[in-house]
């Protein structure tokens, strides 16, 4: 059995073979990202995972674009720190806003997320199809090259989801108040011809029954978590930081932290995600929130 230091007798571990026993860093400015660590989990079953929750300030699609940067770079510069060989950004606002910084600033792999709109235009037939994401995803640069370069003969019916990230931050994914605002987001889409819906935010896998409940098969679902899974994978691949196959140091369960209390986290994995999370707390200070527990804005 490989040995985590070399030693005189035991077998050598390589640098890179160390390299790659580092877990992966997935970070939201919530529970949504557990969404992609569900899919990364399933793709990866061998890699160590951390989940960084940043629910003190969630949500971040109500952010001023400093304010997501200094919160993406802070978490990131801290999971680097807590050894993370690769980072991924399960949050489309973020990656929106902040990638590029991002991965000017930090020495290692990065994944980001982004809405699915070119899955969506390949997809729908009637070649009109509704987007769900946060404002700050619509408004950004990033979003409006998407829709420049995929989304020429279908139209894209983009809605801001206002509420539903806070709706999941609470652990709500099911009430009546929850349904009737996704009916008021959805049957604008229906009535004009939408047969597919771009979950633009990593929260939104989580309204899935809800919404197959109220709209049945009349909306394809995109959901990106399962392709951003792939990119790891390739990614991971590219650089040699794949974990081996049965490695026997990867730990059954992800470290789960969060900013606030990470009860909510807690309940989350438990009922989504069928796992008996420890949630740690953690004070990941930044530039914006130097006090602790500061709600700057
Ligand atoms: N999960 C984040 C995303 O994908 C939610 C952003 C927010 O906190 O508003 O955009």
Known sequence: MPTDLPSTGARTVTAAAAASRAPVGIFDSGLGGLSVLRAVRAQLPDESLLYVADSLYAPYGERDDDFIADRTLAIGEWLVKQGAKALVVACNTATAQSIALVREKLSIPLVGVEPGIKPA????KTRVAGVLATQVTLRSARFQALLDRYASDCRFLCQPGHGLVQAVER?????AELRALLRSYLEPMLEAGADTLVLGCTHYPFFDAAIRDMVGDRLMLIDTSVAIARQLERVLDQHGLRAAAGDTHAPALPRFYSTDDGAHQKQLAATLLHLDAHVER???????TAAPNSQAA
């Open 121 to 124: 235009a390949l997809q729908s």
């Open 171 to 175: 652990c709500d994914v099911d009430s």
């Open 282 to 288: 953690v004070l990941i200070p930044s530039r914006r």
